[in-house]
Structures are given as structure tokens and as C-alpha cells.
């Protein structure tokens, strides 16, 4: 184990969308890719749906996976969705909670097993304001912007958490 993985501040974060088939996915693989370039792997990093209609065992959306093969990362053939209501044990066991949107961010925290959790949006920890909108139903294009703003705002927050804890 190197020096970077035991300095690393978070073992576990969850990612949070509406209905986690495509934002939160597309969270997930970049976060474990980004951990991974630099060398930091022993973070479990997962995601699920917090919305009302979010349910379990949904298909990833396949123009999600589709705009993340465009930039080389393969989302699970075999992902399926989580329903967070339903599955608070993964709520419990995060170190910090990453949400796309406000409203995940107030959602996630009626549940009692949040409390006491760092509970940030996307934009939050890229130290920007506002929500990375859902996709679905705005073709191709609104696919790609959500990936791209998912991308970069995970690019900021976490060279910043890498700068804070001097790893």
C-alpha cells in the first residue's frame, strides 16, 4: 500500500443522483479513474438513486454509455441501478457523499443515516455553484454535457482535496 493511499481522507463515496442510471454512473468511473491515476486505491466508490421514481435493478442508460466510450472509459455491461431509499446500509458507510444536484444533496439528507456525513454537490467540491442537470430525454448532446461537467468538476475537487491533505 503507498503512502498516497493511506493519507487519502475518504474509504468510501457515494455518489448520488436521481435514479442512478446515467450522471452517477458516469460519477463513479471517472472518480475510480481519476483515484487511480493517482495511485490511490483504496477508495470504494459507488452511487445510487435518491428520487422518487428511483428504483432497483434499472439498466444504465445506454446513451450514457455510449458518451463515456467516447472517451475511453466502459461503463459495466452488468451495472444495475440502486434505490438508495432501499439500501441505506450504502448511505451508512460513506466517508463522503458526492451529489449531482441540490435537491439530491436535501434529499440525502432526510435520511438518518447521513448525519454527521460530509455531503457535497458536484459543483460544491469543484468550488462552483449550481447543478449538472439531467440528461435524459435531451439526446446525445445533453449526455455529453452532463459527462463533461461531471468530468470536470471531479478534475477540480480532486486536485483540491490531493492539495489540501498534501498528497
Not at 444504465?60 to 461503463?75: A, F, P, Q, R, Y
Not at 459495466?76 to 439500501?87: A, G, R
Request: glycine share 6%.
Amino acid at each position: 500500500m503507498s503512502s498516497r493511499e493511506k493519507q487519502f481522507p475518504y474509504k468510501s463515496i457515494l455518489v448520488v443522483c436521481s435514479v442512478n442510471t446515467a450522471r452517477s454512473p458516469m460519477a463513479v468511473e471517472f472518480l475510480k479513474k481519476m483515484l487511480a491515476d493517482n495511485g490511490i486505491y483504496n477508495v470504494d466508490v459507488y452511487s445510487g438513486g435518491i428520487s422518487s421514481h428511483a428504483r432497483d435493478g434499472m439498466l444504465i442508460s445506454l446513451d450514457s454509455k455510449l458518451v463515456m466510450s467516447e472517451v475511453g472509459i466502459n461503463l459495466p455491461d452488468d451495472y444495475l441501478s440502486i434505490d438508495l431509499k432501499k439500501h441505506r446500509d450504502l448511505i451508512k458507510k460513506a466517508d463522503l457523499i458526492l451529489t449531482l444536484t441540490e435537491q439530491h444533496k436535501k434529499e440525502i439528507k432526510n435520511f438518518d443515516e447521513s448525519k454527521g456525513k460530509e455531503i457535497l454537490t458536484l459543483k460544491e467540491i469543484a468550488e462552483e455553484t449550481g447543478d449538472i442537470g439531467d440528461p435524459s430525454m435531451k439526446e446525445l448532446g445533453g449526455f455529453r454535457q452532463a459527462r463533461d461537467e461531471i468530468k470536470i468538476c471531479l478534475e477540480k475537487g480532486l486536485k483540491k482535496i490531493l492539495i489540501l491533505f498534501n498528497i
